[in-house]
């Protein structure tokens, strides 16, 4: 009763999070509606291994369209049509994470929105409407998945961890160096899982499904709202420094902060030069 109070007065309190939650909604039922015909969908490569379907630029207009129709002075960075205004509050949005899954009808992907003020993120949603799982935070008030309340997993080591993690697939300049630390972290853990939606990943880590997760070459739309999850739900994420440009570096190491310190521990080794999107 006390989780469903939190949650309750969580939403009342921030609608800055209701409209988000609506627009992912939104835009997740637009997505099971394409999947049922996906062979009919149109999409064209924007570089290698990065697709673009219509089903990404629907789903980002129908968010953007209500956003807009609460917040119209509020400035978008999305991934389909990049940066739109300016000012203190910013929504960053990724309408189909993991395209790549989707279009091959792999059942992985997700909706990710965050709000950021300034330099500090605010509110997230990642909603995986295929299992009708809606992952939410807001700054300072914790971070749930549908009713309940989210906590990251309290495994002390890598010892028996298990680790979500992404291939760099578009950019191959740092495969070496990502297949040197793929390799040194299957040989310390229980596990790798690489499903495709890093979105997802990041709410998998704020859930305690995933104990750590690490990529290179992230973007901003990719990771925004999954990174509050994870400190909402008492989690640790950072680049590879140690420090908090991971939006900008777009290279972060994630989990409680035990594992998150035995992950960089284990990868920074291998980082004989900074690595940049």
Known sequence: MIQRLHWISLHHMHPSLNIAIRAARSAGRLLMRYSDRIEQVQFESKSRNDFVSEVDRVAEAAIIQELRNRFPSHAILAEESGEQGSGD???????????????????????????????????????????????????????????????????????????????????????????????AMILATAGL???????????????????????????????????????????????????????ETGNMVAGNLKIHRAMLELLTPFLTEPLRA
């Open 193 to 247: 899982r690489r499903p495709g939606s890093a979105a997802l990943d990041l709410a998998y880590v704020a859930a305690g499904r995933l104990d750590g997760f690490w990529e290179i070459g992230l973007s901003p739309w990719d990771c925004a709202a999954g990174a509050l999850l994870i400190l909402e739900a008492g989690g640790t994420i950072t680049d590879f420094s140690g420090g908090n440009r991971f939006l």
């Open 89 to 183: 509050y910013q929504w960053i949005i990724d309408p189909l994470d993991g395209t790549t899954n989707y279009l091959h009808g792999f059942p992985q992907f997700s909706i990710s929105i965050a709000l950021r003020y300034k330099n500090q993120l605010e509110c997230a949603v990642v909603y995986d409407p295929l299992r009708e799982e809606l992952f939410t935070a807001a700054r300072g008030r914790g971070a749930q998945l549908n009713d309940r309340k989210l906590r990251v997993a309290t495994r002390p080591s890598l010892e028996g961890a298990l680790i979500g993690t992404g291939f760099p697939f578009r950019d191959h300049r740092h495969l070496d160096t990502y297949l040197d630390m793929f390799r």
